[in-house]
Antibody
Framework: EVQLVQSGAEVKKPGESLKISCKVS????????IGWVRQMPGKGLEWMGI????????RYSPSFQGQVTISVDKSMSTAYLQWSSLKASDTAMYYC?????????????????????WGQGTMVTVSS | DIQMTQSPSSVSASVGDRVTITCRAS??????LAWYQQKPGKAPKLLIY???TLQSGVPSRFSGSGSGTDFTLTISSLQPEDFATFYC?????????FGQGTKLEIK
């Protein structure tokens, strides 16, 4: 069974650093992109960025570029999302998700920015 | 960036009803649109991608259509477990973007 299991809820103070994790199982970690999505309390979904564990190629949404760092540990089949200095506005639920491998139709295939399997989410609360 | 706009923002319906949710892109995204369902306290779940391709395991009462800038998600006969918030997402260009969500409530 394909699973993405995220680390537990965190409560931090502004200015602190944090690294949350997403451990995958049930498939070859290095073959699929893994992304992160933010959901602030009572709000919608925001696409943050994505990483390819095979070579650590990473792409960030402009809104999150420079605000967070996405990384992987291939030996642990785990992806990470980290902050160097948290702000109260980082309070949110964070989801990791696996990118759909591809879409094929009429003999041609392409990749899509679609997530087919999601982790359960990690709630991050930043408060003084 | 491509903006995605869903309508309505919320809708009330009864079990057995047919419901349609609309999503509009600010520019042509061909057929590269996905729909997700999110229940309270749970992670989103992929329902449909490439505008009309049903994800494995998703009931056939869900269907998607559209291309270009206008898309729809239809639930043919609402079941009790369908009440949730639905999001569209353009999957055509970087960065991907979600609609603001449509909350489907029980009437």
């Amino acid at each position: 069974e394909v699973q993405l299991v995220q680390s537990g809820a965190e409560v931090k103070k502004p200015g602190e650093s944090l690294k949350i994790s997403c451990k995958v199982s049930g498939y070859t970690f290095t073959n699929y992109w893994i992304g992160w999505v933010r959901q602030m309390p009572g709000k919608g979904l925001e696409w943050m960025g994505i990483i390819y564990p095979g070579d650590s190629d990473t792409r960030y949404s402009p809104s999150f570029q420079g605000q967070v760092t996405i990384s992987v540990d291939k030996s642990m089949s785990t992806a990470y999302l980290q902050w160097s200095s948290l702000k109260a506005s980082d309070t949110a639920m964070y989801y990791c998700a696996r990118r759909l491998l591809g879409y094929c139709s009429g003999g041609s295939c392409r990749t899509l920015y679609v997530f087919d399997i999601w982790g359960q989410g990690t709630m991050v609360t930043v408060s003084s | 960036d491509i903006q995605m706009t869903q309508s309505p923002s919320s809708v009330s319906a009864s079990v057995g009803d047919r419901v349609t949710i609309t999503c509009r892109a600010s520019q042509d995204i061909s057929s590269w649109l996905a729909w997700y369902q999110q229940k309270p306290g749970k992670a989103p779940k992929l329902l449909i991608y490439a505008a009309s391709t049903l994800q494995s395991g998703v009931p056939s009462r869900f269907s998607g259509s559209g291309s270009g800038t206008d898309f729809t998600l239809t639930i043919s006969s609402l079941q009790p477990e369908d009440f949730a918030t639905f999001y569209c997402q353009q999957a055509n260009s970087f960065p991907p973007s979600f609609g603001q969500g449509t909350k489907l409530e029980i009437k």
